[in-house]
């Protein structure tokens, strides 16, 4: 589905992301992982060309994203937003309708196709029943799945998604990924998400891409990927990793000081 | 769920306009020499008609020279301003910009300045091409001050054109300090605002300006609502959001540059106006570039006949009226937090 081939990237400096391959297959839920400065948002913008990359190639399919216009972009590859806001707010559904934009001209309005295929985005994001509220009244979980709505509206075959759970509570947490993993299980649409919460990317992604200073420190399946001396090592802090008791997916737990000395016990 | 349809932008552009009419119609009517409405219209009427009537000839140079080419001037000031108020509130994201924020006026308003010191005011055209000169150099400058690596960032962007308005601001400190008694009065009243400048010829040399700036700016409209939830949300809709900023910020500062040539800067339109329509039509700016454009119209043609009738044979600047009314209005929208709601 998308193939990156070496690509390398920098603001001004110093590279950000270097020598970066991998392919992300069709239907896949990929995780990006790693800590702060990494690189992992700057992956995500580089997938949708919000930044191109000085070097490398990056294949959508067949096509060089270089050479797709901005529009052919955001009709395969929607992005979900960490938070926005809009200057002077609109209402759900104009929000919503607003995905379509990829598909409309210059001075056109959108039609009843594009009404209906927005009101199935928010039939499956439970959005609705707000779908007349201003976005700015809305909480953090329901803004949250208005932008999946929007995304939705594009019809892409792939959705980015930027620390998808910052600011939600639990609850919201789990009906948010849930939602993805629904949108990635039956409609088959491919999902990258960068991600703080390993647990949460342990659990829900069938890969995982761990960064370390802008490299690719290890990819593969979580059970690979998530292993105490991968998180030690590149996130430089004590972890405890066993099995979460339910699903058996690698589950980490963070340690405070004086809790090490017991660890290495345990470990023993 | 109600959605924005063709319709829906017709249908109430379309009553904006009779609105406008309206107020056009009461408007040249009123004055030191009343006309009755039947007379009016029929005045106008027949102009268009190249038919002439029973009406006397004092009462058609009345109508036709003075009040309605007044009337036209200040009803397309008032649309382009309100017009280049919205395109900056949205761009510069901030509410409270309006079409001078980026120094056009203290750029139009130093050419005019000097073009009164230097006797050019007498000429047909001498002040608004000055004027226009002036705003045109100061467009340039702040934009090659306010890019950065080829690209516009909003705050630079405004930083640039607020320091460059403050720079314009001590030239015509300057120029007002050594200046005489009558160029005094010019420069005020071109200051505050005030069409008895206006040159009916002229108008037929800045309607061009406004109407292609606002037609560029429709055209656009659609990717304008985009650009408000951010740059990032726009670009990755598909939206070109470099060109949309120049093309936009560009058509903005022309329309301003050309309303203002003819008749001074005229303050609170290009502010309140983009805000009541808001309030009234939502920010989709498919709508509310139009509306926003007839409504800026009757408000500012209601505003220059007050300011000619209120205290007559005595005339105002218009832009005292339109302070006076638009300053506490604005305060009461702010005090009701319905003008933006994160403020």
Not at chain 1, 39 to 48: A, F, H, R, V, W
Request: proline letters at 4%; glycine letters at 8%.
């Amino acid at each position: 589905m998308i193939d990156l081939r070496s690509v390398s990237f920098r603001y001004r400096q110093d590279w950000v992301l270097q020598d970066i391959s991998l392919r992300i297959e069709r239907g896949e839920f990929i995780g990006v992982i790693g800590p702060n400065g990494s690189g992992k948002s700057t992956l995500l913008k580089i997938l949708c060309r919000l930044l191109s990359p000085q070097k490398g190639e990056i294949l959508l399919e067949i096509t060089s994203l270089s050479e797709m216009s901005q529009r052919e972009i955001a009709r395969k590859i929607a992005v979900v937003p960490q938070e926005a806001y809009s200057l002077f707010p609109f209402r759900v559904i104009e929000m919503v309708l607003m995905g379509r934009s990829p598909y409309l001209g210059h001075l056109m309005f959108e039609g009843a196709r594009d009404f209906e295929i927005a009101k199935k985005a928010m039939d499956w994001t439970e959005t609705l029943s707000i779908s007349e509220r201003f976005i700015d009244e809305l909480s953090g979980g329901e803004r949250k799945r208005v932008f999946i709505a929007r995304a939705l509206a594009q019809e892409p075959e792939v959705i980015l998604l930027d620390e998808p759970t910052a600011n939600l509570d639990i609850h919201h947490q789990i009906d948010f990924l849930n939602l993805i993993l629904n949108l990635n299980r039956e409609k088959g649409l491919t999902i990258a998400m960068a991600s703080h919460d390993l647990n949460i990317a342990s659990e829900y992604c069938d890969r995982l891409i761990l960064l370390k200073g802008g490299r690719i420190y290890k990819m593969g399946p979580p059970r690979e990927v998530i292993t105490r001396e991968n998180i030690e090592e590149v996130y430089g802090c004590k972890v405890w990793v066993d099995e979460n008791p339910i699903s058996g997916m690698p589950r980490i737990t963070l340690l405070k000081k004086e809790e090490r000395s017991i660890e290495a016990r345990k470990r023993d | 769920m109600k959605i924005l349809t063709l319709k829906k932008v017709l249908t109430i552009s379309l009553l904006l306009t009779l609105l406008l009419i309206l107020v056009v119609l009461l408007s040249v009517m009123v004055g030191s020499v009343r006309v009755d409405p039947v007379r009016s219209i029929s005045i106008l009427l027949q102009s268009l008609l190249g038919l002439t009537g029973t009406e006397t000839e004092m009462e058609r140079t009345i109508i036709l020279s003075l009040r309605f080419p007044r009337v036209l001037l200040a009803g397309l000031v008032g649309a382009g301003l309100s017009v280049s108020g919205v395109i900056f509130q949205a761009l510069l994201r901030n509410p409270l910009a309006d079409p001078y924020i980026l120094g056009v006026s203290s750029g139009s308003a130093v050419g005019a300045i000097i073009a009164i010191f230097l006797g050019l005011s007498a000429l047909s055209f001498g002040l608004p091409l000055a004027s226009f000169a002036g705003a045109l150099i100061t467009i340039g400058l702040v934009f090659y001050f306010g890019k950065q690596e080829g690209k516009i960032h909003p705050n630079i962007l405004l930083l640039a054109g607020v320091i460059t308005g403050s720079f314009l601001s001590a030239i015509i400190m300057f120029f007002l300090s050594i200046s005489q008694k009558e160029e005094l009065h010019t420069i005020i009243f071109w200051l505050m605002g005030d069409f008895s400048f206006a040159n009916p010829r002229a108008i037929g040399i800045i309607l061009p300006y406004i109407v292609a700036g606002f037609l560029i700016l429709y055209w656009k409209s659609r990717h304008l609502n985009l650009i408000l939830s951010g740059e990032e949300s726009a670009l990755q809709l598909g939206v070109d959001v470099e060109r949309l900023k120049i093309v936009s910020y560009l058509c903005a500062s022309l329309i301003t540059a050309a309303s203002v040539s003819l008749c001074g800067l005229i303050g609170f339109v290009g502010l309140i106006i983009p805000h009541s329509a808001r309030l009234l039509f939502g920010p989709d700016h498919r709508l509310l570039l139009p509306a926003s454009a007839l409504i800026g119209a009757s408000f500012l043609i209601a505003s220059d006949t007050f300011a000619r009738t209120i205290l007559a044979p005595v005339e105002l600047p218009v832009g005292v009226i339109t302070a006076a009314f638009g300053g506490p209005f604005f305060i009461y929208l702010l005090r009701k937090r319905k003008v933006v709601k994160t403020l």
